[in-house]
């Protein structure tokens, strides 16, 4: 018993001086943490802090106590919003240059300094949402509303129906078409809680915005007033329907449905008749879309199925008439960021209540992002032209291939995988592709 008791004082003596050994160690490995990063990211730290008890403020915490929001916005991110920025500064330079009237450039040129011009601007007032609010407006049946439907989409004017190509989720060799849920003006589904004395608040903003911008519009204050209810009405529906959404694993939240197996899930949207129309849309515009829905394996991702249900027995319910004063509000909500500045006030009014904003964005900003949503491609062409020539792209391509290479023979020579294992991972390195910057060919 002496021996055992005589064991267990030198064992904690010698784990007293080990601990004290490692904080010493420990302490003199934080010291010199500061001189390990560049001055850039240095700045945002916060060395006081110890990474084990505050990981975030440790990282962050300079930065956090010193960045001020922008009054144009809601919130700040360090490292997107500084990037967006730098991004946006070189696309005006590009985009107030002057290009011959044969370039293709000359498309962006025009609609930027379109968008710039806020005397003509103001003199148009609403004029500029007529034709988009007649056709509206005109709807008597379900074919009229699916036409309009489809001409709103094919315009990037979003609506109820939320569609994204991108690549399918185990296959990154092929793309999927993704149906999300959409239709709501507010941030999110939480915000239609009648529950939540907030997002009760919010829902009476979202009231007197939208009858401020349909009376804008120059409808009666009995048609602006309907517009607000009825869309207050149809977005607390979609949002109820956004919550009963299942929470599923990785695997099983990834179905894949052809056309016919969709029209099963929600038969009272005419799926076939929407997909003609945004295919007819694509060919006039010289491009191939959604031409092989349902041929071959099932390439539609229904990420939203409750949702789409819920849409179809809406659809079914109610009358096309029933959804217009729902669609005449999309219209001029997404569309009036570049109108006149009774209809920006009116927004940054929502905005105010809503994220705190104070200001209005500069124009320039709104016309840079308007004519990068337009003009996709071509803005796209253009900045890679200044920003990344060719060379610069041959280099990193180089690099990556070398860092492929290398992370491949090195792969090669672990022991810790049985063959079996590394056989597929070696297939899965070696087929990696790399996009840098651009695509090879537009």
Known sequence: ???????????????????????????????????????????????????????????????????QIPPSQGGIAMAW???????????????????????????????????????????????????????????????????ALVKLQLWSIPTPITLQVTTDEKNPAVNDLFLDAGGLI????????????????????????????????????LEAEEAANRTLEIEKAFSEA????????????????????????????PWAKYFAGLRAGCKRAGVTCLSDLNE??????????????????????????????????????????????NFLNATLKLDAELEGMETLPPRWKKCVAAVKHALPGLTDQLYIKSVFPPKAKQEAEQMMEQLRDSFIANLEDVSWMD?????????KAKSIEFNIGSPSSW
């Open 1 to 67: 018993m002496e021996a055992l008791s005589k064991w267990a004082k030198i064992s904690v003596v010698g784990n007293a001086n080990m601990l004290a050994a490692w904080r010493e160690s420990r302490g003199n490995f934080l010291k010199q943490l500061p001189q390990e990063y560049p001055e850039s990211v240095k700045k945002a730290m916060n060395f006081s802090e110890d990474p084990c008890d505050n990981f975030f403020e440790f990282s962050c915490g300079s930065w956090v106590a010193q960045a």
């Open 81 to 147: 919003d500084e990037a967006e920025d730098k991004s946006y500064e070189t696309l005006r330079t590009l985009m107030t240059k002057e290009y011959p009237s044969d370039s293709k450039f000359r498309k962006v040129q025009d609609w930027y300094h379109s968008c710039m011009d806020t005397e003509r601007v103001e003199t148009l007032h609403a004029e500029p949402l007529r034709p988009w609010l007649d056709e509206v407006d005109a709807i008597s049946n379900h074919d009229q509303l699916w036409d």
């Open 186 to 221: 507010l941030p999110d589904a939480t915000y239609y809680d009648d529950d939540d004395a907030d997002a009760v608040a919010s829902m009476q903003s979202l009231k007197q915005y939208v009858h401020r911008i349909v009376k804008l519009s120059g409808y009666s204050d």
């Open 242 to 269: 956004q919550f009963e959404e299942p929470v599923q694993d990785l695997d099983d939240g990834f179905d894949h449905y052809n056309l016919t197996q969709l029209e099963e899930n929600s038969p009272n949207i």
């Open 296 to 341: 071959g394996r099932k390439k539609i991702v229904l990420d939203s199925p409750v949702f789409y249900s819920k849409l179809s027995e809406m659809f079914a319910n109610n009358s096309a008439k029933y959804w217009v004063p729902y669609l005449r509000t999309h219209v001029i909500y997404n569309l009036s960021p570049l109108l006149s500045s």
């Open 419 to 427: 063959n079996e294992t590394k056989t597929a991972a070696l297939e």
